[in-house]
């Protein structure tokens, strides 16, 4: 039995649409853009401003040691002389079920929410951020358990006692539901509101900011602090941002219906076999670690991540198989996308562009360079780039598109720039910060450089396409094995274009103990 299911990206659209009554009559008559929003903080046209980034945080404690708490920590120093929080995804591990909310996000960041004093008060669905929080869904946050886990945990406790208490997993009653819990603690989920007298108030109250395509959501810090959707954006400081929900545009290309594709089939069906297989030695060691010595903390870390990294093989490959001509892609979102950097580069009080969601186009981590998803972001993203720049043509000048991508999902932090890809995606700034509490990866054994291959399977051709210049993640081994846990502090000064300053931050568990771990800032 499979630990996740992961819903149909077309569940994954229509449930989110449900969830925000994304165009409806009312919306419409309004002239409501439900994918922007105003962050009211009183200072959002101050072009000096810096903001946080962290992701892939959602986990517990370890044993007796948790590293999100001491990343939250370290941020709190950083705190007053920022703006905003910018959270990558995976915001509650392992199924981003309702159940670990206050456990591994309003316990952890208690400091930045309202009433935190008293964080056992809080409701997942009923948080207010006096910094704002501002996520993008990660996959877990999608992820809900099997129809059959879920009656058998109802009924008995011995396989949640298995899953949590010897590997260790944040497993309980129930998965995401669709997403719906991760909807529900973060967007406006005006479907509570049936009532039209009730949904027309809160229009009047909440959508009451103006910009250049329409009404929109108007957040503010303290008091209303909800996302009007899955994907949004907003300008602070002369600077638009946009986040993605890259959950449903990952899927897999088709394999080709040729004799190459067909070989390849069948080494992922042997892969698949494989890695199953070790998955299941990996469980059985498992049970014969023991819950108590503290020498075996970190061995359950180790093997936990060892779990995870082989569930995201085998995810990937089941993606790649099941992949065809019917795989439905998010081509509303994208062309939201093209459209919306189109209009920035034609809007003259913009002067710079971030994007950030999830799955990283590039990363150098271990588990994640290589990965079927990590190839179809790419391979998008690049389609929207490309058009874009047909688009914007001279006016670009020599700028970048965009100016940075900031990535989750592969737990490190690793500073990428790609080199001349052959596309609009070439000499970008790409900054993966998914190293914020949960499994730590090490690096590729390849090293920092990342080839691409040309002219599709069975071509021998390949280009350098983009190079790691900055890898902050596990590394040594056994007593001498570091676990440096992150975040960034970017600063962005006034100016065309505008310049970046990336401090990263680091909490450091080694030999049993926490150091933090100083990193040289950098500048975009």
């Known amino acids: 039995m499979e630990l996740v299911t992961d819903p149909p990206i077309s569940v994954k659209i229509r449930k989110m649409k449900e969830r925000v009554r994304w165009q409806e009559p009312e919306m419409v008559k309004r002239g409501i853009d439900q994918t922007r929003m105003v962050l009211d903080d009183g200072q959002q046209d101050n072009p000096d401003f810096s903001f946080i980034v962290l992701g892939d945080s959602g986990s517990g404690s370890y044993r007796g040691y948790n590293p999100q708490r001491r990343v939250a920590e370290l941020m709190l120093e950083q705190r007053d002389g920022c703006r905003f929080v910018l959270h990558t995804g995976d915001v509650i591990y392992f199924v981003g079920s309702s159940e670990f909310y206050p456990k591994n996000f309003i316990e952890p960041y208690r400091e930045f929410l309202v009433g935190g004093e008293n964080h056992e008060r809080i409701a997942y669905d009923q948080m207010v951020f006096n910094l704002p929080i501002l996520p993008v869904l990660g996959n ?34 129930h998965g995401s539901h669709q997403g719906d819990a991760y909807a529900r603690a973060f967007l406006d989920y005006l479907k509570a509101l049936p009532n039209p007298a009730d949904l027309s108030a809160h229009l009047d109250q909440h959508y009451t900011a103006k910009t250049e395509t329409g009404f929109c959501l108007r957040y503010e810090p303290g008091q209303f602090t909800r996302l009007p959707n899955r994907y949004y954006s907003f300008r602070y400081g002369g600077i638009d941002f946009f986040a993605l929900d890259s959950n449903t545009f990952n899927a897999p290309l088709p394999l080709p219906a040729t004799r190459e594709g067909d070989a390849y089939r ?22 014969s670690l023991s819950s108590n010595p503290p020498e075996q903390v970190e061995e359950h870390d180790d093997l936990r991540t060892k779990i995870e990294q082989i569930d995201e093989v085998i995810h990937d490959i089941d993606q790649q198989l099941a992949a065809n001509e019917t795989t439905v892609t998010d081509t509303e979102q994208l062309k939201w996308l093209q459209q919306g ?3 920035s580069w034609n809007t003259s009080e913009v002067r710079g562009r971030i994007i950030y969601f999830h799955h990283p186009p590039y990363v150098t981590e271990a588990s994640k360079w290589h990965q079927a998803q990590t190839l179809a972001i790419r391979h998008r993203l690049r389609q929207v780039l490309d058009n874009v720049a047909k688009a914007v043509g001279a006016q670009a000048q020599d700028r970048p598109l965009v100016d940075l991508i900031l990535n989750g999902h592969a737990h490190c932090l690793d500073y990428v ?5 052959g596309h609009a995606d070439a000499n970008l700034n790409w900054i993966v910060c998914g190293g914020s509490g949960f499994s730590l990866r090490r690096q590729r054994t390849e090293g920092p450089e990342l080839i ?14 983009a190079k790691s210049l900055l890898y902050v993640g596990r590394n040594g081994h056994g007593y001498q094995k570091r676990r440096p846990y992150s975040f960034l502090r970017i600063d962005v000064q006034d100016g065309r274009p505008p310049k970046f300053t990336v401090r990263p931050f680091a ?9 933090t771990q100083a990193i040289k800032p950098f500048v975009i």
Not at 272 to 281: F, I, L, M
Not at 507 to 515: F, G, K, N
């Open 452 to 465: 691409e291959g040309v002219g599709g399977l069975g071509s021998s051709q390949t280009r350098l396409v």
């Open 417 to 421: 720039r790609t080199l001349d890809t």
């Open 341 to 343: 950097l189109i209009k």
């Open 140 to 173: 877990h946050d999608y992820y809900d358990l099997p129809l059959l886990y879920g009656l058998l945990a109802q009924g008995t406790r011995p396989l949640r006692r298995l899953l949590r208490s010897k590997i260790d997993f944040d497993i309980g009653l």
């Open 507 to 515: 909490a450091e568990r080694t030999q049993r103990q926490w150091q």
């Open 266 to 287: 069948h080494t992922l069906e042997q892969r698949r076999a494989e890695q199953a297989q070790k998955k299941q030695e990996l469980m059985n060691a498992g049970m």
